[in-house]
Nanobody, 121 residues
């Protein structure tokens, strides 16, 4: 069964760093765009950063210069390095990927279960 599994969330002080990881597992033909989204309490889910299979990236204005998205195509894994964290970065962070499973050969949109990031002193 195809799934995305996130790790790396937690509690960090303002100005600190965290690194999130998301690994796709299952019978995968190919993965196109991968990305991270976040949802804070009482707010809509928003884009944080995305990366194409070729390595092109796009970031939300609020995280530019602080967060870096990267991926390891051999491991079907996407990372989010978060530096200079602020209390307003507190949210549940979700991994997203556009995947073609070998079972169907149809492009699908897949989500991880989410990992909590809390920035607080």
């Amino acid at each position: 069964q195809l799934q995305l599994v996130e790790s790396g969330g937690g509690l960090v002080q303002p100005g600190g760093s965290l690194r999130l990881s998301c690994a796709a597992s299952g019978s995968i033909f190919s993965i196109n765009t991968m990305g991270w989204y976040r949802q804070a309490p009482g707010k809509q889910r928003e884009l944080v950063a995305v990366i194409t299979s070729g390595g092109s990236t796009n970031y939300a204005d609020s995280v530019k210069g602080r967060f870096t998205i990267s991926r390891d195509n051999a491991k079907n894994t996407v990372y989010l390095q978060m530096n200079s964290l602020k209390p307003e970065d507190t949210a549940v962070y979700y991994c997203n990927a556009d995947i073609i499973p070998t079972a169907t050969m149809y492009l699908g949109d897949y989500w991880g279960q989410g990992t909590q990031v809390t920035v607080s002193s």
